[in-house]
């Protein structure tokens, strides 16, 4: 079946504490929050300065191209609070995680919840053959999450990019389908 076709299919999937979904400009408000916040965006992006620039970027990222972008939200509070994205190439059967989380949501395990939901996504329902994700040096946080989902560091690109006029080296983790399957095992 075609990827894409089954990432549509899965366009809401639910957590335990989390629902991801696609974002929509209702959620301005909730992502400008963070997103206006220069240490939550300075590995990231961007750092907005007005909501307005905020729904140009909902309607220019997530609503011109939503299939693998989520909003986390949050149940309890039915609130966003994040974002997560898969970004597959089906060509080669392999997938890229990304995220970005409000600051005054970290340390929850929140980011870990999403992310093992889209490796269930990438491995279970796409079958791709490895997931990838990467975060600059100067964001051991990042790689934090990376490692509570099982990925496995590989190795460092150095000057991989230019990210805010600054070039930075970027830690590269990966997991494969085998390796995802050994860890389903190893949890029952």
Known sequence: MDLLVILG???TMETERLILRPV??????SLY?????????????PTHLST??????????????????????????NKLIGTIDL????????GEIGYVLNLNYAGKGYMTEAGLQLL??????????????????INPKSGQVMKRLGM???????????????????AIYVMTNTEYEEMKKAAH
């Open 87 to 94: 970004r597959i190439e089906p060509a080669h059967k392999r």
């Open 9 to 11: 299919e899965h366009q």
């Open 152 to 170: 496995k560091k590989i190795g460092v690109m150095p000057k991989n990019r230019i990210h805010k006029e600054k070039i930075v080296d970027d």
């Open 24 to 29: 929509s400009l209702n959620d301005t408000a």
């Open 120 to 137: 269930h996504l990438a491995f279970d329902k796409l079958k791709l053959n490895q997931v990838k994700a990467l975060h600059s040096t």
């Open 52 to 77: 307005e620039e905020t729904k140009e970027v909902i309607a220019n990222y997530y609503l011109k191209a939503p299939l693998g972008k989520y909003g986390i939200v949050l149940k309890e509070e």
């Open 33 to 45: 929050e963070y997103a206006s916040n220069i240490e939550n965006t300075s590995h990231v992006y």
